[in-house]
């Protein structure tokens, strides 16, 4: 072979090996970038409702970016612990077993009318309200009270007026959306008004009560801005007006100052 041959001969086998070291490179580079994958994990609601002067880990009730609130069970257990307990009178017990079935109604109220219109707020607002009427079975339960609503179906309720309001609720809920929305907008502003009329001065009782009546102020809020985007106005017929103006032209409430 002649020496321009030796010389193509060179090259041609310089190119090989360059080729197959960078092949070889490129292959360790591959495996070293792989990641293994991460183990999916369930996070916290976006927002945290915390008390004041607290961490967000002492949370007792957190707000979704929607301004759906629910109340975190195991953070009020753990700060009801830390409260005394107080002698109630009879008033202040026939007000706990009243709210306790009536945050149950809220529940069951809208998980009948997701059912009918698999509209989310329903389903999403129906899950805080179960932690609404947990919530107040813990003071059920601190103050060793029987609980009305315990055991009882979805719809059944030891009130005869909390029965027909839940009643008549649906049945009015199922006529249309509308008219589904405006039901919802109306039980809450029924807890707000009704945990107005229950304010007490025991400690533990009226921080439950005020947790459940900032997340019946979201909620309201939720229902009138949906119904507003239907091209519909929500009037009042618990609070006064000027009350309602008031909390529909404030924003959603994020942080519990209790």
Not at 39 to 68: L, M, R
Not at 93 to 103: H, P, S, V
Not at 173 to 188: F, I, K, P, R, Y
């Amino acid at each position: 072979m002649n020496e321009h041959g030796n010389l193509n001969d060179s090259e041609r086998w310089w190119k090989i090996g360059l080729t197959a070291a960078v092949a070889f490179t490129l292959l360790l580079s591959a495996c070293s970038g792989q990641t293994t994958p991460q183990k999916s994990t369930t996070t916290a609601p976006t927002t945290t409702v915390t008390e004041t002067g607290t961490a967000p880990t002492a949370a007792t009730a957190y707000v979704d970016d929607a301004g759906v609130t629910s109340v975190g069970a195991e953070e009020l257990r753990a700060r009801l612990s830390r409260m005394p307990t107080s002698t109630l009178t009879s008033q202040q017990i026939d007000d706990l077993l009243w709210t306790r079935e009536e945050e149950k109604l809220g529940h069951d109220v809208y998980a009948a009318l997701y059912d009918k219109w698999q509209l989310p707020i329903f389903a999403n607002i129906a899950s805080a309200e179960q932690t609404h009427t947990d919530a107040i079975a813990q003071l059920l339960e601190r103050y060793n009270l029987d609980d009305p609503a315990d055991g009882e179906p979805a719809g059944l309720f030891t009130k005869p007026d909390l029965q027909k309001a839940y009643d008549e609720f649906v049945a009015q809920g199922n006529q249309s959306l509308v008219a589904a929305l405006t039901v919802g907008a109306t039980v809450e502003e029924m807890d707000i008004f009704d945990l107005q009329q229950r304010a007490t001065d025991v400690p533990d009782v009226a921080l439950v009560y005020a947790i459940a009546q900032m997340a019946s102020r979201n909620h309201l809020r939720l229902f009138v801005t949906d119904l507003a985007q239907r091209d519909v106005t929500y009037t009042p017929t618990y609070i006064s007006q000027d009350e309602y103006n008031e909390i529909i032209s404030s924003p959603l409430e994020r942080y519990f100052a209790g």
